[in-house]
């Protein structure tokens, strides 16, 4: 018998209804067909159209397409495939936040990419020196829904200086950035870059790892963005506006560091407990077990003591090439992680707990943590 062609049944059935899908949207990116859609209207989640098998099934997938499993990075053994492909092993119990070849703090030193983007703009120095030295031809990212006054997060290309700055700064509600890919194409980007939270980082990876075709091989440079959870849209008028009266046109930058921190474009500055925001936690957080984007070229993340600088995990060898290219380029301005140890420790410590949402019950990963190893 010929091995089963594993396809949209055996996903919706062992990632999109069992609690771990993330909704990175990968599998609907990869559909060469176009019978996969996106709701992001409070579900973050796939759905397959009625017309070609119904919610549950696919024709084309009864007939041998495989490629929203092989798209999906949480689907059957993913880790360890893409962590073979990505590193040429998995990552040990002891490697808690990742396989990592350097870990440092990081900032632009372009003034304007400092001051627009978040903790140093880091990641903002990263997609302007690739764009302009023939690295990529487009980032995917997250941008502002409108004229910016709705904070609705959603998927958008990024293809010059002017496009990266207007883009950039944090959300901390979730935007399926892969969802821009077909946008790049079309604008005729071969090389592209995709700036994600860890369950996109990794689509990339595990793209690569299965031979998921054209869409792979395009992705030339993947952007983690450390996280412990994204937030549902509601969190605005349930939370921010109810409780504190924060209107959502009048916010003009948040960060989380500990607090959600909130600055009004009146100037006010206000914190909110992260407690009270746990409420509005989207689904697709609650069981992924990667807060470090471990499986991204380079990681980033505004935690620790520095508000102006970025914990930087280069972790690929593609990683390398571009991050050691910045520094000659003196696009970067590094000092090593040990300037901040507390970050380096949160790390660590948020990876574990992070590591341990892995349900039981699903496949196994990598260095799971057993339950009696001390957090």
């Not at 957080?285 to 807060?291: I, V």
Request: with cysteine; proline share 6%; charged share 25%.
């Amino acid at each position: 018998m010929p091995p089963e062609k594993l396809h949209w049944a055996h996903l919706y059935e062992e990632v999109v209804t069992s609690g771990l899908c993330t909704g990175c949207s990968a599998c609907v990116v990869a559909c060469p067909y176009d019978v996969l859609g996106y709701d992001d209207d409070g579900r973050y989640k796939p759905f397959h159209v009625e017309a070609t098998g119904g919610a549950t099934d696919c024709t084309h997938g009864v007939k041998g397409c495989t490629l929203c499993t092989r798209a999906c990075p949480r689907f059957r053994d993913w880790e360890p495939e893409i962590e073979q492909h990505l590193f040429g092993r998995p990552r040990t119990a002891d490697e808690v936040e990742g396989i990592a070849a350097d870990v440092v703090l990081a900032r632009a030193t372009d003034p304007e990419l400092h001051e627009a983007g978040q903790d140093g703009g880091l990641v903002s120095a990263l997609l302007v020196w690739a764009l302009e030295n023939d690295v990529i031809d487009a980032a995917l990212v997250s941008a502002l829904e409108g004229d910016g006054t709705s904070w609705k997060a959603v998927p958008a290309v990024a293809r010059t200086r002017a496009e990266v700055l207007a883009t950039a700064g944090s959300r901390y509600t979730y935007s399926a950035n892969p969802l821009a890919y077909p946008e790049a194409i079309a604008g005729g980007a071969e090389r592209i870059a995709l700036v994600g939270m860890g369950c996109q980082a990794s689509a990339p990876g595990v793209m690569a790892a299965r031979k998921a075709g054209k869409v792979a091989r395009r992705f030339a440079l993947s952007i983690g963005l450390l996280c412990s959870k994204t937030f549902d849209d509601a969190i605005f008028d349930e939370l921010f506006q109810a409780r504190y009266g924060l209107e959502r046109a009048d916010i003009a930058k948040m960060n989380i560091k500990g607090v959600f921190q909130v600055w009004t474009h009146g100037g006010e500055y206000h914190e909110i407990p992260l407690k009270e925001a746990h409420a509005w936690t989207r689904e697709g957080c609650l069981s992924c077990p990667d807060f470090a984007a471990e499986h991204a070229d380079i990681s980033t993340g505004g935690i620790g003591a520095f508000n102006d600088w970025t914990l930087t995990l280069v972790r690929t060898e593609r990683g390398r090439e571009v991050f050691a290219a910045m520094q000659e380029a003196g696009a970067v301005e590094v000092r090593p992680a040990g300037d901040d140890p507390g970050a380096v420790a949160l790390l660590r410590r948020l990876s574990r707990v992070s590591r341990k949402r892995w349900p039981a019950t699903a496949v196994p990963i990598p260095g799971r943590l057993p339950e009696t190893q001390p957090a």
